[in-house]
C-alpha cells in the first residue's frame, strides 16, 4: 500500500489512454480503429508497469543535502544550495519541491532537471528574513520519472532543520570594512580630522591616501625617500551605549522590517566600530519597562555577548518610560559616557513628554537621539498630483514629514545631538556621528 501511495500516473499516461480509449470506441464506426486501439491500450499497460518498475528499482535513487551558513543574517540575502546526487546508474526526470520556509510562501516552486546516474546538481537560491528569531526548513518532496514519462514516484527526504536568523554580521563586517579603509568617502562613512592634542604617538608609518598632509614626518621622509607620517593613537576605552527603545512605535515597518530590527541591526556594526576603535561598548534596552543591560566593556566577548543580548529582544507593545530610562542610567553608568538613543517620535506631544527626561540624560551624558523619517510619507508628498483625493493626501503625507523636522529642530534647539535618518542609512549615519564626536573630543 505504501509503494501504490507513493506512485502518481502523469498527464502523458492520460493522454496516451485517452487516445486508446477514443480509438476503440471509433470501433463502432470503422471496426479497423478497434485492433488499433486495444493495442495501444496493451502497449500502455505494459509500459506503465514497466516504468513503474524503473522508478522503484532502487530503494533510494536520490540523495539531496541542503547547504546554509550556521546563523542567518536579518535583513541580507542569504544563500542557500541544494545538491542532489543521483545515485542510480540511469537518468532520472525529477520535479523538487524545495522544503521552504513558511515566510518565503513559495509552495508552487519547482526545479525540473534531469539527473545524470552518479551526478550531482547543485540548486541555489536566497532567503531574506526580515524578522529575528527561529525559521524551520521543511522535508524535500521529489517527483521522480524515468525516460517512459508514464508514472512517476513521490519521495520525502526528511530534512527538515531549525535555522536562527541574528542581527545582521554581515553589515557589521562591511561598515568595518568601510571604516577602516581609507577610501571610504564614496561609500558613505566621512573621514573626520580629530580636534585638540589629546592623542599620543604611536608610530610612524608610510603615508596613505586621505591621511592628513600635517601629520608627514620630514625628516623620516627624507631618510626613507618616500613620504612618511606620524600616526598618532587616540584617547581609548570611552564608554559608550546603545540605548534602544523596544516600545509600540518602533514596530512600524519599512520593506517588511520593523524599525526595532533595523534598530538593532545597527546597534550591532555600531557596536563592533567602537570596540574596534578601542572604546568600551555597553547595551541597554527598554520599553514600560527596563530590558537588557550589557554593562560596558571592551573584553574579549562583548561583541557576542551584545549580539545574544540583541537576537532575544522582544517588544510588549506599550509604550516606553523614559524617567525609569533616566533613573536605571542614573544608577547603573557612573561615568560620562555617550548614549545612542534609537527611538520613535510620531508627534511633537510625544517628544515634548519625554524631553524633561532626556535633557537630564543630556547633562551627565553626551546623549545622541536617533529616529526615523517616513520614505513612503516622503515619496506620497513628492508624487504628481491629479486628482483631488490626491491633493489631499500629498498635503496631509507633507505635514506629517515636516513633523519629523520640527521634532529634530527643537530637539537640538535643547542642546540635545539629533540624528534624522532613512531606516536604510541609520548604521552610516551613526557611525559618522561617532566619528564626529571623537574627532571634537566630545567624548
Known amino acids: 500500500m505504501k509503494l501504490l501511495a507513493s506512485i502518481h500516473l502523469t498527464r502523458f499516461f492520460f493522454l496516451v489512454g485517452g487516445i486508446g480509449i477514443a480509438l476503440t470506441g471509433g470501433a463502432f464506426f470503422v471496426p479497423f480503429l478497434g485492433i488499433i ?30 547547504k546554509y551558513q550556521e546563523r542567518m543574517n536579518l535583513g541580507d540575502e542569504n ?46 537560491y536566497s532567503f531574506t528574513p526580515t524578522e529575528r528569531g ?30 536562527e536568523v541574528y542581527p545582521s554580521v554581515l553589515q557589521m563586517k562591511q561598515y568595518e570594512l568601510k571604516v577602516f579603509n581609507q577610501q571610504t568617502l564614496s561609500q558613505g562613512i566621512k573621514k573626520v580630522r580629530r580636534i585638540g592634542n589629546t592623542s599620543e604617538f604611536e608610530q610612524i608609518r608610510n603615508y596613505v591616501q586621505g591621511d592628513d598632509l600635517r601629520t608627514v614626518n620630514w625628516k623620516a621622509t627624507s631618510r626613507k625617500n618616500e613620504l612618511m607620517v ?31 530590527d533595523y534598530a538593532i541591526n545597527s546597534a550591532l556594526v555600531f557596536t563592533n566600530i567602537a570596540l574596534r576603535k578601542g572604546d568600551r561598548a555597553g547595551l541597554i534596552t527598554f520599553s514600560d519597562k527596563m530590558g537588557a543591560i550589557v554593562p560596558a566593556e571592551r573584553n ?7 549580539l545574544e543580548s540583541l537576537y532575544n529582544q522582544k517588544t510588549l507593545f506599550k509604550e516606553g518610560n523614559f524617567e525609569l530610562l533616566y533613573q536605571t542610567i542614573r544608577k547603573q553608568v557612573k561615568t560620562r559616557s555617550l548614549l545612542l538613543l534609537y527611538t520613535n517620535f510620531e508627534s511633537e506631544f510625544a517628544m515634548r513628554r519625554a524631553l524633561p527626561m532626556l535633557q537630564r540624560l543630556n547633562k551627565r551624558h553626551v546623549l545622541v537621539v ?9 515619496e506620497l508628498a513628492q508624487q504628481p498630483v491629479h486628482t483631488h483625493k490626491e491633493l489631499i493626501e500629498a498635503t496631509v503625507a507633507d ?27 541609520l548604521s552610516i549615519n551613526s557611525i559618522n556621528k561617532y566619528l564626529e564626536l571623537k574627532a571634537k573630543g566630545v567624548i
Request: hydrophobic residues 45%; glycine residues 2%; aromatic residues 10%.
Open 230 to 260: 606620524n600616526q598618532y593613537q587616540e584617547e581609548r576605552s570611552q564608554p559608550v551605549y546603545c540605548v534602544i527603545d523596544k516600545s509600540r512605535p518602533m514596530q512600524l515597518a519599512f520593506h517588511k522590517m520593523t524599525m526595532l
Open 370 to 378: 536617533i529616529f526615523f523619517q517616513n520614505n513612503e510619507l516622503q
Open 134 to 163: 527561529e525559521y524551520e526548513f521543511r522535508d524535500v518532496v521529489i517527483f521522480v520519472r524515468s525516460t517512459l514519462f508514464l508514472a512517476q514516484r513521490r519521495i520525502v527526504i526528511p530534512l527538515v532543520e531549525r535555522i
Open 37 to 66: 486501439g486495444k493495442t495501444v491500450l496493451f502497449v500502455l499497460l505494459f509500459a506503465l508497469i514497466l516504468d513503474v518498475l524503473l522508478v522503484n528499482l532502487y530503494k533510494e535513487p536520490i540523495r539531496v543535502q541542503r
Open 79 to 124: 544563500k542557500v544550495t541544494v545538491s542532489v546526487l543521483n545515485q542510480t546508474a540511469q537518468p532520472l526526470q525529477v520535479g523538487i519541491y524545495e522544503g521552504y520556509p513558511l515566510f518565503m510562501q513559495k509552495r508552487a516552486s519547482v526545479w525540473n532537471t534531469i539527473l545524470l546516474p552518479k551526478k550531482t546538481k547543485d540548486f541555489h
Open 399 to 425: 505635514k506629517m514629514s515636516n513633523v519629523k523636522w520640527n521634532i529634530a529642530r527643537e530637539l537640538r534647539q535643547n542642546g540635545i545631538q539629533t540624528i534624522l535618518s532613512k531606516p536604510e542609512d
Open 300 to 306: 574579549q566577548g562583548q561583541l557576542r555577548r551584545i
